[in-house]
Every structure is written in structure tokens, then in C-alpha cells.
């Protein structure tokens, strides 16, 4: 239960209809979304965040603790989480019909997606419906076919038509929309993997990424202002990496596809980091942006919400120097390199565990990396990825060379292999627990030979 005096003291939005869109496996729902029609046309729209700082106080063992973790771990079998399953799942969690505490931004709006007027606050809320991407994603497309009275469906059409005039105004301003699809695994109940899929991000997505975007930069600019804050920043691409893909794109033409220029344009791309240092976000094209909206798995959005409180509900002074807070800032950053490679190397592994299924199969991909010692392929049904040593590319000894430039291997007889292109191979090894694939070549004529058999 929730004191009664606190909920006195925020602002009360239990009877704005609200409700939150996260994956079907999801359980800490750790964000929402409230809609409310004004009588002058406009709308009013909350992006609400649980109020983790309101439970996690500094200097707690259970604040020492998320701050050495950073950020919770999704690896393909587990979560690891970055606070205890009572706060995440239970006291912070937005579960529908619940009173919870909340961190939001209050967004007064006209139907052209113009933010008219804001207003940061603390709130008490009350969710109405929970769902995840999919249902939220045929309410989208119900609404499409016929118009719906109900208040859910109603919501989310209104929401999803701001969000695309907020996206649309984004890429216009020359925000990068490179969208990868995920990979996921369908476990059996001794954790081996029995199917691959992969949900490609659809409209439902870009509604809640919207909305969090908007929250995310609007908290940046007005906490942000002249203090020193926790900034999300994005440096320019590496300029000789983005002319060399670009040279290889005019060079090839259609003959190489544009997810292989995707991958490229990607490698090219600086890591996003957390400073204190305001550089801007390049990759969505924005001066000013933080991470402010998920405070139950990563620490920096904690800290925003700590700084907000400071700055702007309650003008306290800040008790730490900007040098104590950008060495917090390049530990998360460091957190989150370690997560996301641990994440990696899970996936490495299960894809090494789904092939040892299919040693000596020949399947079909394509090259996906070019080094000095081999060729990365991808494969094209279930995108798992392996290496052809140079070994094995050279049974008779021939010396291939690594044209860095052109993104390819050409040998000494003048033949070449170049990213992107079509291959066929046959899976040879499967290190599980290294999560390495070895490939070998399959020639056309051997291939040939294979089918006929």
C-alpha cells in the first residue's frame, strides 16, 4: 500500500485513462501512456515512469548494489536484473489496476504533434490496460479498417498518428532509421533451442519509442539547462568508414543489397555513451537527449531522475561535482559495453547449440564480414553466423589477399569474395561453449553433385 500522504503530495492521474505496450514476456513494466481528449481540441498525453528513486535512496545497499550492476542483463535464456524482484516486478512494476508511484512528463499537444506546453512531475497513476506489442499492433490495424468507440482503441489511434508525424519530423531532421530485426529463440524445457524467430519492430513500437523519445529530450533540455546533468550522446561516424561505404555503394550498384549497406553504415556509427559533456546525439538528430525512461533496469536513468528531483521539483543543491558525476557516467557507459557483449555472447551461444543440430548440412547465406583470416557468412533461414577459415578457403596453398577498401578477399588467380555476396556452405563444427560456427565452401559444381545425391 501506498502512504496516503504521498499520494497527496503528487499530482493525481488515476482518472486518466492509461496503459502500457511491452513484449508478451515482459514484467516489469517500468513505463505508460495516459490520453485525455481537452475541450479545446487538444490532447493531453502522460509518459509516465515508475518512480524507482522514491524506493532506491543513495547510499542504500540496495542502490550500491544496481550501481555496480549498471543495467539489467537479458541473455536468451535469463534475466538478470538490475534491482531485486520485489522492486522491479512488484512495487515498481505499473501492473494494471494498481496505484503507483511515477516520475512523468505531462504533454499538453494538438493533433499535429506540436508540443504546445510540459510539465514534469510526480504523479500517482493507475493503469487500465496492459499490452504487449502485438495486441497493441491489431488494435493499429483494426483502426485502419473501421473506426472503434472503444477507449483503448481510440487512444492508440490518436497516439500512433502523433507518433508518426513525431517520427517523420526526426527523419526529416536526419535522424538515422537503420532497423534491425531481433532474433529470438523458442526454447524447449531443457533450455535448447527448437525454433528461431524474429519480430521486426512495426508500428506499435515506433508509438511507444516516440513518446519515450519526447520524454527523454524534453527532460534533457529543461533539467539540462546550464547544470551539470547525465547526458545520452552520440558522436559523429567515423567520416573515412561512412566515404569508404559510401565509394563501395556507387562501385557495386545494385548488385549489393541494401541490408549490406545497412550493416556497414552501422559499423561505422561511434558508441553511445552517458556524459556530462553535451555533444548531441547524432544518430537521432537531437542536441539535447538523456535517458530518463528506464529507471528499473538502467542506472543512469536513475540518476536523471535524482537530478530532476533536484533541479526542478525541489531546487535542492546537487551534493556531488560534475568530475564524481561523469566518472559515474563513464562507469554505466562501461556497464552496458559489458552487457551488451555478455548479451552477444549469449546469443554466439544458442546459435552454436541450434547448429550442432545441422552438422554436415549445406545451407544457403551470404557474407556478412571480410578479414585477413576468413570469411563471416550469415546464414539466410536462421541467421546464424560462422567463419570459413582462410584454411579453408586455401586447401591448395593459394594466397588470398584482404582488400580492407573494397570489403573483400581476392586471390592470386583473380577470383574474389566480396560482403554481401551469395554463398553456399556446410557446417562443420559447433563450439557451444566458445558460441563459434566453423562453415566450409561449397563449390557450385559440388553443389551440384550434393543435389543430384
Given at each position: 500500500?501506498?502512504?496516503?500522504?504521498?499520494?497527496?503530495?503528487?499530482?493525481?492521474?488515476?482518472?486518466?485513462?492509461?496503459?502500457?505496450?511491452?513484449?508478451?514476456?515482459?514484467?516489469?513494466?517500468?513505463?505508460?501512456?495516459?490520453?485525455?481528449?481537452?475541450?479545446?481540441?487538444?490532447?493531453?498525453?502522460?509518459?509516465?515512469?515508475?518512480?524507482v528513486?522514491?524506493?532506491?535512496?543513495?547510499?542504500?545497499?540496495?542502490?550500491?548494489?544496481?550501481?555496480?550492476?549498471?543495467?539489467?542483463?537479458?541473455?536468451?535464456?535469463?534475466?538478470?536484473?538490475?534491482?531485486?524482484?520485489?522492486?522491479?516486478?512488484?512495487?515498481?512494476?505499473?501492473?494494471?489496476?494498481?496505484?503507483?508511484?511515477c516520475?512523468?512528463?505531462?504533454?499538453?499537444?494538438?493533433?499535429?504533434?506540436?508540443?504546445?506546453?510540459?510539465?514534469?512531475?510526480?504523479?500517482?497513476?493507475?493503469?487500465?490496460?496492459?499490452?504487449?506489442?502485438?495486441?497493441?499492433?491489431?488494435?493499429?490495424?483494426?483502426?485502419?479498417?473501421?473506426?472503434?468507440c472503444?477507449?483503448?482503441?481510440?487512444?492508440?489511434?490518436?497516439?500512433?498518428?502523433?507518433?508518426?508525424?513525431?517520427?517523420?519530423?526526426?527523419?526529416?531532421?536526419?535522424?538515422?532509421?537503420?532497423?534491425?530485426?531481433?532474433?529470438?529463440?523458442?526454447?524447449?524445457?531443457?533450455?535448447?533451442?527448437?525454433?528461431?524467430?524474429?519480430?521486426?519492430?512495426n508500428e506499435?513500437?515506433h508509438?511507444?519509442?516516440?513518446?519515450?523519445?519526447?520524454?527523454?529530450?524534453?527532460?534533457?533540455?529543461?533539467a539540462?539547462?546550464?547544470?551539470?546533468?547525465?547526458?545520452?550522446?552520440?558522436?559523429l561516424?567515423?567520416?573515412?568508414?561512412?566515404?569508404?561505404?559510401k565509394?563501395?555503394?556507387?562501385?557495386?550498384?545494385?548488385?549489393?543489397?541494401?541490408?549490406?549497406?545497412?550493416?556497414?553504415?552501422?559499423?561505422?556509427?561511434?558508441?553511445?555513451?552517458y556524459?556530462?559533456?553535451?555533444?548531441?546525439?547524432?544518430?537521432?538528430?537531437?542536441?539535447?537527449?538523456?535517458?530518463?525512461?528506464?529507471?528499473?533496469?538502467?542506472?543512469?536513468?536513475?540518476?536523471?531522475?535524482?537530478?530532476?528531483?533536484?533541479?526542478?521539483?525541489?531546487?535542492?543543491?546537487?551534493?556531488?561535482?560534475?568530475?564524481?558525476?561523469?566518472?559515474?557516467?563513464e562507469?554505466?557507459?562501461?556497464?552496458?559495453?559489458?552487457?551488451t557483449?555478455?548479451?552477444?555472447?549469449?546469443?554466439?551461444?544458442?546459435?552454436?547449440?541450434?547448429?550442432?543440430?545441422?552438422?554436415?548440412?549445406?545451407?544457403?547465406?551470404?557474407?556478412?564480414?571480410?578479414?585477413?583470416?576468413?570469411?563471416?557468412?550469415?546464414?539466410?533461414?536462421?541467421?546464424?553466423?560462422?567463419?570459413?577459415?582462410?584454411?579453408?578457403?586455401?586447401?591448395?596453398?593459394?594466397?588470398?589477399?584482404?582488400?580492407?577498401?573494397?570489403?573483400?578477399?581476392?586471390?592470386?588467380?583473380?577470383?574474389?569474395y566480396?560482403?554481401?555476396?551469395?554463398?553456399?556452405?556446410?557446417?562443420?563444427?559447433a563450439?557451444?561453449?566458445?558460441?563459434?560456427?566453423?562453415?566450409?565452401?561449397?563449390?557450385?559444381?559440388?553443389?551440384e553433385?550434393?543435389?543430384?545425391?
Open positions: 500500500m501506498i502512504d496516503e500522504k504521498e499520494i497527496l503530495r503528487r499530482r493525481d492521474m488515476r482518472e486518466a485513462f492509461t496503459f502500457t505496450i511491452d513484449p508478451a514476456d515482459a514484467k516489469d513494466f517500468d513505463d505508460a501512456l495516459s490520453f485525455e481528449e481537452l475541450e479545446d481540441g487538444l490532447l493531453r498525453i502522460g509518459v509516465h515512469i515508475a518512480d528513486s522514491h524506493y532506491v535512496k543513495p547510499g542504500t545497499k540496495t542502490d550500491d548494489d544496481a550501481y555496480k550492476r549498471g543495467t539489467s542483463v537479458y541473455l536468451v535464456d535469463r534475466v538478470i536484473p538490475m534491482l531485486p524482484e520485489e522492486l522491479c516486478n512488484d512495487l515498481c512494476s505499473l501492473r494494471p489496476g494498481e496505484d503507483k508511484l516520475m512523468s512528463v505531462i504533454f499538453t499537444m494538438d493533433r499535429d504533434a506540436r508540443v504546445l506546453k510540459h510539465k514534469i512531475c510526480r504523479t500517482v497513476i493507475r493503469s487500465d490496460a496492459r499490452l504487449n506489442y502485438d495486441e497493441a499492433q491489431q488494435i493499429i490495424e483494426r483502426n485502419m479498417q473501421q473506426s472503434s472503444q477507449p483503448i482503441a481510440e487512444a492508440i489511434a490518436t497516439l500512433n498518428s502523433l507518433a508518426a508525424k513525431l517520427r517523420a519530423e526526426r527523419i526529416a531532421n536526419g535522424a538515422l532509421t537503420i532497423e534491425q530485426d531481433e532474433m529470438h529463440f523458442r526454447l524447449d524445457e531443457h533450455h535448447h533451442p527448437v525454433e528461431i524467430y524474429f519480430e521486426q519492430p506499435a513500437h508509438l511507444i519509442e516516440e513518446f519515450m523519445l519526447l520524454a527523454n529530450r524534453t527532460v534533457a533540455r529543461e539540462g539547462s546550464g547544470r551539470p546533468f547525465v547526458y545520452r550522446v552520440h558522436d561516424p567515423d567520416q573515412e568508414k561512412l566515404e569508404a561505404v565509394t563501395f555503394k556507387r562501385k557495386m550498384g545494385s548488385r549489393v543489397s541494401p541490408q549490406t549497406i545497412d550493416l556497414l553504415t552501422i559499423r561505422a556509427q561511434a558508441k553511445a555513451v556524459s556530462t559533456y553535451n555533444i548531441g546525439h547524432f544518430g537521432l538528430a537531437f542536441t539535447h537527449y538523456t535517458h530518463f525512461t528506464s529507471p528499473i533496469r538502467r542506472y543512469p536513468d536513475l540518476m536523471v531522475h535524482r537530478l530532476v528531483e533536484k533541479y526542478i521539483l525541489t531546487g535542492k543543491k546537487l551534493s556531488l561535482s560534475r568530475e564524481e558525476l561523469e566518472m559515474m557516467c562507469h554505466c557507459s562501461a556497464c552496458e559495453q559489458d552487457a557483449q555478455a548479451e552477444r555472447d549469449s546469443v554466439k551461444m544458442f546459435q552454436a547449440l541450434w547448429m550442432a543440430d545441422h552438422i554436415g548440412e549445406t545451407l544457403a547465406g551470404h557474407i556478412s564480414g571480410v578479414t585477413d583470416f576468413g570469411l563471416f557468412v550469415q546464414l539466410d533461414e536462421s541467421r546464424c553466423e560462422g567463419l570459413i577459415h582462410m584454411a579453408n578457403l586455401s586447401p591448395n596453398g593459394e594466397y588470398w589477399q584482404h582488400d580492407e577498401k573494397n570489403y573483400r578477399l581476392v586471390c592470386e588467380g583473380h577470383e574474389s566480396t560482403i554481401g555476396d551469395p554463398v553456399m556452405v556446410k557446417v562443420i563444427r563450439d557451444v561453449n566458445k558460441g563459434q560456427i566453423d562453415f566450409e565452401l561449397v563449390e557450385n559444381n559440388a553443389l553433385t550434393i543435389n543430384d545425391k
